[in-house]
């Protein structure tokens, strides 16, 4: 089965610092991978995915993740957080039987302090 | 645009009373899903279909039906609210392992 738990459901950051927000997986095979990022009162947009390829993946606005077969991971960094980049993020795994549906985290809200 | 479409995008009803969600896809897709969001706990899955005419349940089904009479559209209905049925729902299609495509949601609140 398919899982994704996400450690940290808050974390802060100071405008111009790394942000870090982890993902830890759990599947049954390789799996796809997906950040999505989501703004106050907003839908959700999609970051990134990793789909077997490079296991760096470049999202958009900055952001990258790094898919760790060993550690069962797929963290979300970002060398230099910008204010614009408070949101809350999730991490999601795609499931493989029966409804081949996306499993998602509880998710990370990210602040950034001026 | 092609994409998800989901209707009305806000309501707000009172306890017992029905209504029905609309989502509607233009890129043929045959998977399709319901979720809803709460504080903390992330998107869970609802309702599905796999193709028109079928459905299953997600992972928190009750007080939830729904209908997949052509393949372009997907419909939640809830027949009687409950304050507990107080979210925002998403409907989502996949055209393929890696291709999903989200709506932007619909805010319920049950008074």
């Known amino acids: 089965a398919q899982s994704v738990t996400q450690l940290g459901s808050h974390v802060s950051v100071s405008e111009g610092a790394l942000v870090l927000l982890r993902c830890n997986y759990s599947?049954?095979?390789?799996?796809?991978l997906f950040w999505y990022v989501q703004y106050p009162n907003q839908g959700l947009q999609l970051l990134l995915k990793y789909t077997s390829a490079a296991t760096l993946v470049k999202g958009i606005n900055g952001f990258e993740a790094e898919f760790k077969k060993s550690e069962t991971s797929f963290h979300l960094t970002k060398p230099s957080a910008h204010m614009s980049d408070a949101a809350e993020y999730f991490c999601a795994v795609s499931g493989y039987t029966g409804a081949n549906n996306l499993f998602f985290g509880t998710g990370t809200r990210l602040t950034v302090i001026p | 645009n092609a994409g998800v479409t989901q209707t009305p995008k806000f309501r707000v009803l009172k306890t017992g009373q029905s209504m029905t969600l609309l989502c509607a896809q233009d890129m043929n897709h045959e998977y399709m899903y319901w979720y809803r969001q709460d504080p903390g706990m992330g998107l869970r899955l609802i309702h599905y279909s796999v193709g028109e005419g079928t459905t299953a349940k997600g992972e928190v089904p009750d007080g939830y039906n729904v209908s997949r009479l052509k393949k372009q559209n997907f419909l939640l209905g809830l027949e009687s609210a409950a304050p507990s049925q107080t979210s925002v729902y998403f409907c989502?299609?996949?055209?393929?392992?890696?291709?999903?495509?989200f709506g932007s949601g619909t805010r319920l609140t049950v008074v």
């Open positions: 989502a299609s996949r055209g393929g392992p890696e291709g999903y495509t």
């Open positions: 599947s049954s095979v390789p799996p796809y």
